[in-house]
């Protein structure tokens, strides 16, 4: 368990320390953020702002995890590494996608089709070889099989896996971008999920089917729970301290870099936990974001009226004269209560099965 302090903290201090140096290298070379001419007028003086930002909490938390494993003499594991390689690979599309905003000073960065294939080629290694490195009880990273709670129904193949697997990697990742608006929204509200992940692992470990004296129907058939734990510990921290910084007003933005990065790291923490359909409860806000985005562009081509002032639905409360602060803390007020009724199903699921 003092692997999950350690890297929390671990990761906590490096962004702490380390993001304002990357503020300063970021301002030093002119790398500021490109802001919409059709956004909210409270938007334009965050024009210049430092941007890619994610480059400070995704090596916190590679570094933090690395520090947690020397520290502690205990080896990586499979699921815990992929989930890193996911997040890290995410991150790297959207470093090239900030990257060309910068250089080419405009809001679109690589094309559509480049940085889609980007996050294909990312999330189909990470599908493949999520279903290799059976351990010697045979258990894979990911199952076959749909989880909520935990696994359930019969096997939908490698296929079908994969193609599900990149749906939700696909739409976590874009779920956090679209939510990465204001200042400290997403930030704040993945700190609150990777927090949901630190109890769930932890959970999981305590009642894996690995261990004989806890095997039986109410135990989790889960590769690596304690490690995917410390994951979403190094996560967590690693996130907090860049909230310092990232918070109203902000002095950096974690751009996709940061966003597609983070989205990575959520589907790949539910997929390797057997939580798969659960996270859309326990990042319902990064849900309900992306589904007013849906019913924005829906609405507008089936009856050219628009439902809302502007989508995301952040922007919506922002044109209703609602501060920027204000709605952060709301939206994190409804992040909060979505963890906590996903944490709570999540026992039930325990309890109902006991």
Known sequence: ?????????????????????????????????????????????????????????????????????????????????????????????????????IVKQRSLGLRAKAKMAGQLIVGIAFAVLALQFADTRGQTPASTRLS????????????????????????MSN???????????????????????????????????????????????????LDLAVVASALMGSCFGFLWWNTSPAKIFMGDTGSLALGGALAGLAICSRTELLLALLGGL????????????????????????MAPLQHHFELKGWSEVLVVVRFWIIQGLCVAVGLGIFYAGWLAIK
């Open 286 to 309: 990064f849900v309900l974001i992306t589904m007013s985005v849906v019913i924005q562009v829906g609405s507008f081509r089936l009856t050219g009226k628009r439902v809302f002032r």
């Open 175 to 225: 779920g956090v971008n679209l939510t990465d608006g204001l200042d400290g929204l997403a930030t704040g509200a993945s700190v609150m999920v990777f927090g949901a992940y630190v109890f769930i692992g932890t959970w999981q470990h305590g009642q894996s089917c690995a261990n004989p004296l806890t095997a039986g129907a109410s135990c989790y058939e889960v590769r690596d729970p």
């Open 1 to 101: 368990m003092n692997q999950i302090l350690f890297a929390g903290v671990i990761g906590l201090f490096l962004t702490l320390i380390g993001t304002p140096l990357l503020i300063k290298f970021l301002a030093r070379k002119g790398y500021g953020q490109f802001i919409r001419d059709d956004g909210p007028r409270g938007h334009a003086g965050k024009k210049g702002t430092p941007t890619m930002g994610g480059i400070a909490f995704i090596l916190a938390t590679l570094i933090a995890y690395a520090v947690t494993k020397v520290i502690t003499s205990k080896e990586p594991t499979t699921s815990g590494l992929l989930v890193l390689f996911l997040t890290a690979g995410m991150g790297l599309v959207g470093f090239l996608d900030d990257y060309i905003k």
């Open 148 to 171: 909520f709670t935990q696994d359930f129904g019969w096997s939908v193949g490698p296929v079908i896996f994969v193609i599900w697997a990149l749906f939700m990697i696909l739409a």
